[in-house]
């Protein structure tokens, strides 16, 4: 057993999941939430196939791009990601997640996206199992818990995944692991400044299950229709998002 190292705590990010807007004004709702303060623009890009859904297009990505300054975290549920990672970073994205489940050829996609200075996240269905999570520690800068069955909005949070997400943040703190894949060890004093690696929960997330899930270990929270209420003032979108950043994480 390793020696106990004080390593800083992983922030909360607050990154609402555009999905849950109105697809007619998709700019403005992008802008939307980053003007009421969240921490990156959630995109689900689905193929009608990986999952039984479409949804926006790298097209659409980019003239987001044009419109906010957000950094653009996409989501992809399609089947051989690997095709298409150039037009996504080419339409500004920041991070790009793919689905374990999605691909033969996750790992080296990982490394692919990020040789091309972008952050690379992994997500695994609800039903995948834990030790499936293990291989990708390294190779991710964060990792992503579905915590309903991927492919639409309003559906309702799957507890079960509560477990994993424990599982794997408490690995992770075993192992000294921060972000980028690095271990942190005391002789090396920059190396325990490394944020943690970034757990993100996505699906049925409103205040009280994002409370469940960052006791467990999550520290960013993807949310459609919790945080993209029809009608909702600038004031009510900003109390959101400031309600769910308020939430401590005790890793
Ligand atoms: C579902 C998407 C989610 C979706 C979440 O497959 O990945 O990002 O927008 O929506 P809510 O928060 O409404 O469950
Ligand atoms: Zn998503």
Not at 21 to 47: P, S, T, Y
Not at 197 to 219: L, P, S
Request: glycine share 6%.
């Amino acid at each position: 057993m390793s020696q106990p190292l004080k390593l800083p705590p992983p922030k909360i990010q607050v990154t609402p999941s555009l999905l849950g807007g109105d697809f007619g004004h998709l700019a403005q709702e992008a802008k939307r939430m980053a003007d009421a303060g969240a921490d990156a623009l959630h995109i689900d890009v689905m193929d009608g196939h990986f999952v039984r859904n479409f949804a926006i297009c790298a097209r659409s990505v980019a003239a987001i791009n044009r419109a906010t300054d957000i950094f653009l975290d996409v989501h992809l549920m399609i089947y051989q990601p690997e095709n298409y990672i150039e037009q996504f970073i080419e339409a500004g994205a920041d991070r790009i997640t793919i689905h374990f489940e999605a691909s033969e050829a996750t790992a080296d996609t990982l490394l692919y996206i990020r040789r091309c200075n972008r952050q690379a996240g992994i997500a695994f269905n609800p039903e995948t199992s834990a030790n499936f999570v293990l291989k990708y520690l390294q190779l991710a800068d964060l990792i992503l818990f579905m915590t309903v069955n991927p492919g639409f909005g309003g559906q309702a949070f799957i507890p079960e995944v509560l477990d994993k997400i424990r599982f794997i943040r408490e690995t992770c703190d075993q192992l000294h692991l921060r972000k980028g894949g690095v271990t942190a060890h005391a002789d090396n004093p920059a190396t325990l400044k490394l944020p943690a690696i970034d757990i993100q929960v996505d699906g049925g997330i409103n205040f009280e299950t994002a409370k469940r899930c960052v006791e467990a270990g999550a520290n960013v929270l993807a949310s459609g229709s919790w945080l993209y209420k029809p009608n909702a003032s600038a004031e009510e979108d900003i109390k959101a998002i400031n309600q769910l950043r308020s939430l401590q994480s005790c890793f």
